[in-house]
């Protein structure tokens, strides 16, 4: 490989990986050890190897070593020349006279070590000292002499331009007795032309060293979407200013663009690609030379500022953010992009990076925060996440004792008063910690992951209670079961709950899979979701969409996915304007139109009903008529309701 024997790549500290996969260390070797300094070096290893070294330098930097190796075999193939009918031999020393490569025939040079060792001719010592005088001072020189069995040897020296080399070349004189000058030259044209395709396989070498070292820094450390820098550089340029930092001087930031996977889905990926470049480029033009922007992943973004308060963090953001939506300028209908902020006010420089990103992504997650605005991490956010590993802590424990208890809910048709269905929800009463409430845990079990075994739990519980008024004859009504997203993630995880249901011989129609709005912009595959519903009803579950109108694209929803009912959003309540009647209104009438039964949920006062029962719509769900209760208190309320009597849905 470009007239190595082997290629290496190596770190600072030595560890190498060879071109034929095998791993060694250089450290300790003294090319290595001027490389590592910024120098080219070459070191001499066994059995006349040698090891060429030149280092790795980025932005002033040196992090890393590329060698190249050339054992002795491959040496002597170099220095070899088949001039002179093959008579000639030469070999490479060092000013010193030791001999860094011998040659391939070795008669003549143990002839000369005698020679040289015994010292009886005056004159040939002159000539020597004379030589390795030449060779200190880079001075070329013939010697003539005659070797103990009596042949006249010329022998020729050539020091070369690389690491204090000396190029020896020897040949029986009366081959060129003839003609002496010419062959004399010759030789030296030879030699030249040694040292002409050395120089040359060097060249090539740093060549093709600098096109590889901008190949792998380029991998290493750009982005590949936005072109700017990617984690590693960020944690890298993090790295080297706060190394020298003073405590609270710097400031880490992490960036969320809010709803990217919106935009993805919205626009495609290549206007959800051309946004993180847009906020890219933004984010370049307001850091200053000791500063860093990169991109994390997805539309996650992290800034290093070289700020030290509060307030002046956030007027940056400010700008930025500004700066960000600067082009719905010139659009005749704006789109905000919205920019999530969190920060760690480096007072421990030493951390690793990874740590400070981690607080700042923590600080971001801690609480909504204004477009702009930035939420700072303090010590009470590291309570909070001690408080969530300690709810993680007790998931296991609370599910072998069933401290998790189910209450329902009742969901009442407008059309006839009775109760059509109902919705399943999870209580945690713990027998120490006492009732924690499903805003504190079901969002840490999101983030976990453990809602799925959660939602699994509250399933099989829900199938029980079922098959025992099945077994008692008792009525059943449809029980609606929420679906995390979590679940999503997981090939064909509906069969889990197939599985469960029919374990409990639960006949099909009797439970219905409640899904999130927000479901369909986070799983990655929207043809996913529709496979899903789709088997969902083949294998005879309801499918209901919770919180429709929270989201941005619910009519479109409506369209594409084959839900059986949704949910209003309670947040359609909160607003009693006419504009806020009419919107529900044109819901209602539109899922009647499809054939999708409409469940108004979180519903606290008469006159909403009595609206909701003008515009037709088919189910409330609320305070108004029951708040959620076990199973037991569920049927007697069901029977106080109805007169002492439930009837089969």
């Known amino acids: 490989m470009l007239g190595f024997t082997q290629l290496v790549l190596c770190d600072v500290e030595g560890e190498g990986i060879c071109t034929d996969a095998s791993t060694h260390n250089f450290s300790g070797l003294p090319g290595f050890e001027a490389s590592a300094a910024g120098e080219r070096g070459v070191s001499f290893l066994e059995n006349q190897r040698i090891l060429y070294t030149v280092p790795i330098v980025y932005e002033g930097s040196i992090f890393g070593v590329l060698a190249g190796e050339r054992d002795k075999a491959n040496m002597q193939a170099l220095i070899a020349t088949d001039g002179f009918d093959g008579n ?26 005698d020679l040289f060792v015994a010292n009886k001719d005056p004159e040939l010592a002159s000539a020597v000292r004379e030589m390795q005088a030449n060779m200190q001072a880079n001075v070329s020189g013939v010697i003539v002499f005659t070797t103990p069995d009596g042949v006249d040897v010329i022998m020729s020296y050539d020091p ?55 190949q792998l820094e380029h991998i290493a450390f750009v982005d590949p979407v936005t072109g700017g820098m990617n984690n590693a550089r960020f944690q890298y340029s993090c790295r080297r200013v706060l190394d020298g930092a003073k405590p609270g001087a710097f400031t880490v930031v992490s960036l969320n663009l809010m709803d990217y996977r919106l935009i993805n889905e919205i626009f495609g ?81 030493g951390l690793d990076i990874t740590v400070m990103q981690d607080r700042a992504d923590a600080a971001r997650k801690s609480k909504p925060a204004e477009n702009g605005r930035c939420a700072f991490y303090d010590a009470g956010i590291t309570a909070r996440m001690h408080l969530e590993k300690e709810l993680v ?12 208890k189910v209450y329902y809910q009742p969901k009442v048709r407008l059309r006839d008063g009775q109760v ?43 199938c029980a209670m079922l098959a025992g008024r099945l077994a008692q004859g008792a009525p059943v009504f449809p029980v609606a079961v929420n679906l995390s997203r979590r679940h999503f993630q997981t090939t064909d995880f509906l069969q889990r709950f197939a599985d469960i249901r029919d374990q409990y011989q639960i006949p099909g129609g009797l439970i219905e899979l409640e899904l999130t709005e927000s479901i369909f912009f986070t799983v990655g595959d929207i043809l996913n979701v529709k496979e899903a519903i789709r088997r969902m009803h083949e294998l005879g579950f309801l499918c209901s969409l919770d919180d429709f109108g929270a989201g941005f694209s619910s009519l479109g929803l409506l369209k594409s996915f084959m839900v059986d009912s949704v949910k209003l959003d309670r947040s359609f309540f909160l607003d009693d304007s006419q504009r806020a009647h009419d919107v529900v209104e044109s819901i209602v009438e539109l899922a009647r139109k499809l054939g999708i039964e409409t469940v108004a949920e979180g519903i606290e006062a008469p006159e909403q009903v009595d609206f909701l029962r003008s515009i037709g719509c088919d189910l409330v769900q609320g305070y108004v008529y029951a708040r959620p209760m076990p199973a037991e208190e569920l049927e007697a309320w069901m029977r106080a309701r109805h007169g002492g009597e439930v009837t089969q849905v």
């Open 160 to 214: 070369l331009e690389t690491f204090d080399w000396v190029l020896l070349t020897i040949l029986p004189a009366d081959i060129i007795s003839h003609d002496t000058d010419a062959y004399i030259q010759h030789t030296f044209r030879l030699s030249t032309a040694v040292i002409v395709l050395f120089s040359l396989i060097l060249a090539v070498m740093c060549g093709i060293y600098y096109s590889h070292r901008r």
């Open 88 to 113: 000639s031999v030469s070999c490479i020393i060092d000013r010193d006279s030791n001999v860094v490569i011998s040659p391939t025939n070795l008669d003549f040079f143990f002839a000369l070590d």
């Open 269 to 349: 990926p290549k206007e959800g690609n051309d946004t993180l470049r847009h906020v890219m480029q933004v984010l370049g033009r307001h850091i200053r030379p000791d500063e860093a922007a990169a991109r994390g992943e997805a539309g996650h973004f992290f800034l290093c500022l070289h700020e030290h308060r509060e307030d002046a963090v956030i007027a940056r953001l400010e700008e930025i953010r500004a700066d960000v939506n600067a082009f719905n300028a010139q659009r005749e209908t704006p789109y905000y992009l919205t920019l999530l902020a969190g920060a760690y006010l480096v007072q421990e420089p």
């Open 420 to 462: 059509a269905s109902a919705e399943a929800l999870v209580r945690w009463q713990h027998p120490q910690k006492g009732f924690i409430y499903p805003s504190d845990f079901i969002p840490v079990f999101e983030r976990s992951g453990d809602i799925c075994r959660l939602d699994l739990y509250v399933f099989e519980e829900v």
């Open 393 to 404: 802590n007790l998931l296991d424990s609370s599910l072998a004792n069933r401290d998790f």
